[in-house]
């Protein structure tokens, strides 16, 4: 078993046809996966989450024993504990959508926000909603809006972490000719290093 699994629904990755250390594992193959083996788990945004929701309790032992669970979605219907529905946002100017960086965090080292707010000169492709209520001790590091409204934010769980992201898949970036491409390797080096260890 690869070390980073992307839950797919029959369509196969890029991500896993351009990385050996990344597989593919089919969403309705998960309840008779063993994921000891594996050090993240990807989950983009077409998963089926009714159907996910039924193994919160699988992928909450899998970060707790020392996974790393990432969610780049608009949750609907939470699948791992911390995880808050998303709340689409009432945008009337760009200013409402800039990407604020509110804290440092490796998977986004080196990426300038403005190329986060800007796809091809139009603002909205990183993310037009936030997460409500994040867990307390959740790091936020990116805020939407004046209001820095949670968009981005990795929180621990057990042994283990959860990043969460609510627009699409960050490893979508990886071709982009700006900073923001840097997010697709730096997001496999995070998943694949060591979480901190507890004070």
């Not at 991500?15 to 309705?28: F, I, N, S, T």
Request: charged content about 20%; aromatic content about 8%.
């Amino acid at each position: 078993m690869a070390p980073v699994l992307v839950l797919t629904m029959g369509t196969p990755s890029a991500l896993a046809a351009q990385h050996d250390l990344v597989a593919d594992l089919d969403l309705y193959e998960l309840p008779q996966t063993e994921l000891k083996q594996a050090r993240g788990l990807l989950v983009g945004p077409h998963v089926d989450q009714v159907f996910l929701s039924q193994y919160e309790t699988k992928l909450d032992r899998f970060v707790h024993g020392g996974g790393r669970l990432v969610v780049c979605a608009q949750v609907a219907l939470p699948f791992a504990t911390g995880l808050t529905r998303f709340i689409p946002l009432t945008y009337r100017s760009v200013c409402d959508l800039t990407v604020h960086r509110l804290a440092a965090h490796p998977v986004w080292r080196g990426v300038a926000p403005e190329d986060l707010t800007f796809r091809r000169g139009v603002a909205g492709f990183y993310g037009r909603g936030f997460y409500p209520d994040p867990p307390r001790c959740a790091q936020v590091v990116h805020g939407l809006g004046p209001r820095r409204l949670p968009l981005d934010l990795v929180y621990p769980l057990g042994d283990g972490e959860v990043l969460l992201h609510g627009g699409n898949d960050l490893w979508g970036y990886a071709d982009d000719d700006t900073t923001a491409a840097r997010m697709t390797p730096q997001l496999l080096a995070w998943v694949l290093s060591e979480p901190p260890e507890k004070a």
